[in-house]
T-cell receptor, first 116, second 114 residues
Framework: AQSVAQPEDQVNVAEGNPLTVKCTYSVSGNPYLFWYVQYPNRGLQFLLKYITGDNLVKGSYGFEAEFNKSQTSFHLKKPSALVSDSALYFCAVRGYPNFGNEKLTFGTGTRLTIIP | EAQVTQNPRYLITVTGKKLTVTCSQNMNHEYMSWYRQDPGLGLRQIYYSMNVEVTDKGDVPEGYKVSRKEKRNFPLILESPSPNQTSLYFC????WGLGANEQFFGPGTRLTVL
């Protein structure tokens, strides 16, 4: 079975400060890891993904995430937060090889609030 | 514009009254999926479809049905809705399989079952 943990329901950061949203995972085999963002009254939007290769992946809106295999983590980061970054963030994982398991497992979400 | 559309966006119904939520994508994606979003539980997968006429259960399929007769459409059917199916529902699609492909999400359908 695969699972994702987002240990913080809420993260508050002052505008201009760096932000981190945490995610840890558990899969059989190797992970495909994703971050999605949900703005109010909208569907989820893809931010970035880790498949293989460089542990630091860059995505949309200046976000990046660092894959750490030994800690089974995939934390989302941004050097300087904007008020417009305020949203609900979801981490997701699926393992491979998976031999027919086409499920994607999401975390419970972290609400990020950037304080002006 | 490439998009996933869902209808209706909001629905209030009563227990036991059959309903269908439609989902359509115009990106020629093979993989489609339904999720429900509940506070504190995140997104949970209900059903998914790898291609036309190929569907499979997700993590919470009880009380739901789906069909995939055409590549672009993937309706979600609640034969006898119950109050515990009150939720926010999202349809999503991706290029082929799930693999390493990101999913594109619809705007959501907020369902209330009284």
């Amino acid at each position: 079975a695969q699972s994702v943990a987002q240990p913080e329901d809420q993260v508050n950061v002052a505008e201009g400060n760096p932000l981190t949203v945490k995610c840890t995972y558990s899969v059989s085999g190797n992970p495909y890891l994703f971050w999605y963002v949900q703005y109010p009254n909208r569907g989820l939007q893809f931010l970035l993904k880790y498949i293989t290769g460089d542990n630091l992946v860059k995505g949309s809106y200046g976000f990046e995430a660092e894959f750490n295999k030994s800690q089974t983590s995939f934390h989302l980061k941004k050097p300087s937060a904007l008020v417009s970054d305020s949203a609900l963030y979801f981490c997701a994982v699926r393992g491979y090889p998976n031999f027919g398991n086409e499920k994607l497992t999401f975390g419970t979400g972290t609400r990020l609030t950037i304080i002006p | 514009e490439a998009q996933v559309t869902q209808n209706p966006r909001y629905l209030i119904t009563v227990t036991g009254k059959k309903l269908t939520v439609t989902c359509s994508q115009n990106m020629n994606h093979e993989y489609m999926s339904w999720y429900r979003q509940d506070p504190g539980l995140g997104l949970r997968q209900i059903y998914y479809s790898m291609n036309v006429e190929v569907t499979d259960k997700g993590d919470v399929p009880e009380g739901y049905k789906v069909s995939r007769k055409e590549k672009r459409n993937f309706p979600l059917i609640l034969e006898s809705p119950s109050p515990n199916q009150t939720s926010l529902y999202f349809c999503a699609s991706s290029l082929w399989g799930l693999g390493a492909n990101e999913q594109f999400f619809g705007p959501g359908t907020r369902l209330t079952v009284l």
